[in-house]
């Protein structure tokens, strides 16, 4: 199965999209995809029929957040935890991904039609290395397609920090807390708990979660705003102490005049920025490399 699947929205679901889209859009929407398992439970059948029927929902709501015109999304796939879980389920879910990022890298084409970017996050040594190669291949294919953000020097280091952080939040299936998923990313985002089956979720269930979003819009974008104000001010005065330490250092007993201490603000601060560039760069090359040496071996067997 596709992983964009061609689905047309109905008139009423066009009608309603239009609605939707005439107020503040998320730009980046993240998934907890729970209770595929409770959905098995449910439908009497295996538990990994639950989780593909789960991926299958994924590929349609994928489609329908591009409908309404939502651009990235994140999603918690498998959590470290989930390792706990029977043999028989993990080595299922690892079989699944297999399946699933080997038919991505048949879809070069449909990827490229929509600017596709694939990304991972999280620690990709502790899947199999075949696996491993896979998720790798698929990296390596789709990084160059569309996607662009600066982001403070913590948010770089991170996993995501190539994407802005979400706008909204989703979590299905009832349960109310993010487990540990996009903690620092989700700081000012618009948080929804919906009590649907995650194999169940529906366009309505994504239109009810973008009309939350859109409701705690203003309190969302002025928290954010002043975080960000508060952030640009700690770094001005960071950049200040340094300064005025170096100057106290390096002083020959002379004050100096207030033009002088503001050049030698601006000097020490795009010394900074040029430092923190070059670790990000050096950074970025280091996970660049990992996913391309996979990539490469993946080739090779």
């Not at 959905?39 to 991926?55: I, M, W, Y």
């Not at 989700?186 to 009309?211: D, I, K």
Request: hydrophobic share 40%.
């Amino acid at each position: 199965m596709s992983w964009i699947r061609e689905r047309e929205l109905s008139f009423i679901e066009r009608l309603t999209a239009n609605i939707l889209k005439a107020g503040p859009m998320p730009k980046h929407v993240a998934f907890i995809m729970d209770g595929n398992r409770r959905f098995a439970q449910k439908a009497h059948v295996q538990r990994q029929e639950g989780h593909s029927q789960g991926f299958e929902k994924l590929a349609e709501t994928l489609r329908l957040c591009l409908n309404l015109g939502i651009h990235e999304v994140t999603v918690y796939a498998f959590s470290i935890e989930n390792f706990k879980r029977s043999k028989e389920e993990v080595d299922g879910l690892m079989e699944l991904a297999r399946q699933k990022f080997s038919r991505l890298l048949t879809e070069q084409e449909n990827l490229e039609k929509h600017g596709v970017c694939i990304r991972v996050l999280g620690d990709l040594t502790l899947l199999p290395i075949d696996l491993q190669q896979l998720i790798a291949k698929a990296v390596v294919a789709t990084k160059a397609h569309n996607n662009d953000v600066s982001e403070v020097l913590l948010s770089e280091c991170l996993y995501s920090s190539n994407s802005p952080n979400p706008d909204l939040l989703i979590r299905t299936s009832g349960e109310v807390r993010l487990s540990d998923f996009l903690l620092w990313q989700t700081s000012y985002s618009c948080l929804v708990f919906q009590s649907v089956l995650w194999p169940e979720y529906s366009f309505w269930n994504l239109c009810e979660a973008v009309l939350q979003y859109q409701l705690s819009y203003r309190s969302l974008q002025k928290a954010g705003n002043l975080h960000r104000e508060g952030q640009a001010l700690q770094q001005m005065e960071a950049d200040r102490s340094c300064v005025a330490e170096l100057l106290q250092h390096r002083g020959n007993g002379k004050p100096m005049d207030a033009q002088s201490q503001q050049k030698e603000l601006l000097n020490y601060t795009a010394s900074r920025e040029e430092r923190v560039h070059c670790f990000l760069n050096a950074l970025q090359h280091k996970r660049d490399t990992v996913f391309s040496d996979l990539s490469s071996q993946a080739v090779m067997a």
